[in-house]
């Protein structure tokens, strides 16, 4: 009987511990997004910028009028949709992880220097923060593009700029809180350097939460990147992106559905796949939802 009663929380545990369905199918496709995007253009059954006007605006595999190995279909210019598909992920993938990379150690790192330095540089920094929440970013990027012109390396910049003051605010926070923890204090206390005990300490302690507002961010980088890309203001042909497709359907809705469907769609399961393996995530790392 006892041992029963002391089975019982650790099977509990074993159970809130699994991954739910939901989740495990979000794991699940945002694993085969990650092949797309490092092999996509290498399992494609045709060249992305092949054209065959003859084969225009055919549709998907599942209608008579379909064109052998063409599964998706082809665009207004002959093009295999599932070829350009292919590369378009992968394209919108690079540029969502290298934008939120870069936001994110941007943000880290100042939120680590305010903290750190205090004073006028902790001002200036949140100063910062504070005028880029308050700005709409899609209207600057807007700007920017629009009087500097499209460049590929200008629009991977935005990317990165776009989300950095969360981090710099979080961590600022989580920093200010670990400095005042007994092993922080002890470090200091032996003569540690500051680079020392930021990245060889206070930093390990507080990933967690980074990690998770990573994992919240890369659905918005993804929504900015394709709704630039919509506009034309972003990826430019002959590249393709998930957003640059879903702009150039919108004109064939009526008769050729899938060119902006097909790509939607897969925006729209990304974006939800990662909110929901982030919540998970986050709610695995919160001691208090343990």
Known sequence: MTDAVRSRPRAASKAGNAMPPAVAAAAAFLAVICLVALFGPALAPHDYEETNLLYRLKPPFWSPLAVEGHWLGTDKLGRDLLSRLLLAIQVSIALAVLGTLIGAVLGTFLGVLAAHRGGLVDEIVMTLVDWQAAMPFLIIALAVLAFFGNNFYLFLTLMGLFGWETY???????????????????????????????????????????????????????????????????????????????????????????????????????????????????????????
């Open 168 to 290: 710099a605010r979080l961590t600022r926070g989580l920093v200010l809180a670990a400095r005042e923890q007994g092993y922080a204090v002890a470090v200091r206390a032996l003569g540690a350097r500051p680079g020392r005990l930021y990245l060889g300490h206070i930093l390990p302690n507080v990933i967690g939460p980074l990690i998770v507002q990573l994992t919240l961010n890369f659905p918005q980088t993804i929504l900015l990147e394709t709704s630039l890309s919509f506009l034309g203001l972003g990826i430019q042909p002959p590249l393709a992106s998930l957003g640059q497709m879903l702009g150039d359907g919108r004109d064939y809705l009526l008769n050729a559905w899938y060119l902006a469907v097909i790509p939607g769609a897969v925006i729209f399961l990304t974006t939800l796949s990662m909110c929901l393996f982030g919540d998970w995530i986050r709610a695995r790392l919160d001691p208090t939802q343990r």
